[in-house]
C-alpha cells in the first residue's frame, strides 16, 4: 500500500501580489523550513538561454520559508536528462497544506549541467518598485544563489534541502 501524495497548487505573485502564474505539483518532501515538489512545465515549447524549456518537462521545486529564493531542477519530458536548475530570487515562500505562493523578485540564476551560469533580468530587478531593505535582501540571495552555483552543491540544495 503506497501513501497518497498530495497535489499542491503554485502560485507566482509580482510585487503587487499579483498572481502571474498558477500550476499544480506533487509534495515529494517537506520539513520545517522548506518543500519539494515535483511539476510539469505547462506552457508551450519555449527557447531559452540555449536550453528549450519543452511542456511537461518535469521540474523539481524546493521552496524555502526561511529563504529569499527558491531553486528549480528541469529534466527532459523524453529522456528525463538533467537541462539545468533555474534558481529565482523570491520572498520567502508562504506555505499551507494547499498551496506554496511568493512574489517574484525577477532576478534569477540559470545554471547549466557543466556548471556555468547567467545572472537574469537585472534590469528588471532595478524598475521594481520595492523598499531598501527587501531590495538588499534580494542581492544577498543572489549572492547566496551564485555560491551555490559555483560550488556545485544546488542538487543537494534541491532533493536534501542542504544548506
Same mark, same amino acid.
Given at each position: $500500500? ?19 502564474? =498558477?500550476?499544480? &505539483?506533487?509534495?515529494?518532501? /517537506?520539513? !520545517? ?9 505547462? =506552457? ?38 538533467? @537541462? ?26 540559470? #545554471?547549466?549541467?557543466? &556548471?556555468?551560469?547567467? #545572472?537574469? !533580468? ?11 531593505? $527587501?531590495?538588499? @535582501?534580494?542581492? /544577498? ?21 542542504? =544548506?
Amino acid at each position: $500500500m503506497t501513501a497518497h501524495t498530495p497535489n499542491i497548487v503554485v502560485i507566482k505573485l509580482n510585487t503587487d501580489r499579483e498572481e502571474t502564474w =498558477r500550476y499544480e &505539483g506533487r509534495i515529494l518532501s /517537506q520539513n !520545517d523550513h522548506s518543500v519539494l515538489i515535483e511539476a510539469f512545465f505547462n =506552457r508551450p515549447d519555449l527557447p531559452f538561454h540555449g536550453i528549450t524549456l519543452r511542456e511537461n518537462d518535469r521540474f523539481f521545486e524546493r521552496y524555502y520559508t526561511d529563504r529569499w529564493y527558491n531553486i528549480f531542477e528541469i529534466h527532459d519530458r523524453d529522456d528525463d536528462r538533467l @537541462k539545468g536548475w533555474y534558481c529565482n530570487v523570491t520572498t520567502p515562500a508562504e506555505i499551507t497544506p494547499e498551496k506554496i505562493s511568493y512574489i517574484d523578485l525577477a532576478l534569477d540564476v540559470l #545554471v547549466y549541467p557543466g &556548471g556555468e551560469y547567467l #545572472v537574469l !533580468d537585472q534590469d528588471e530587478f532595478k524598475d521594481l518598485k520595492i523598499g531598501s531593505q $527587501m531590495r538588499a @535582501k534580494a542581492r /544577498q540571495a543572489l549572492d547566496s544563489l551564485i555560491l551555490l552555483a559555483e560550488s556545485g552543491d544546488l542538487n543537494a540544495a534541491v532533493h536534501a534541502g542542504a =544548506r
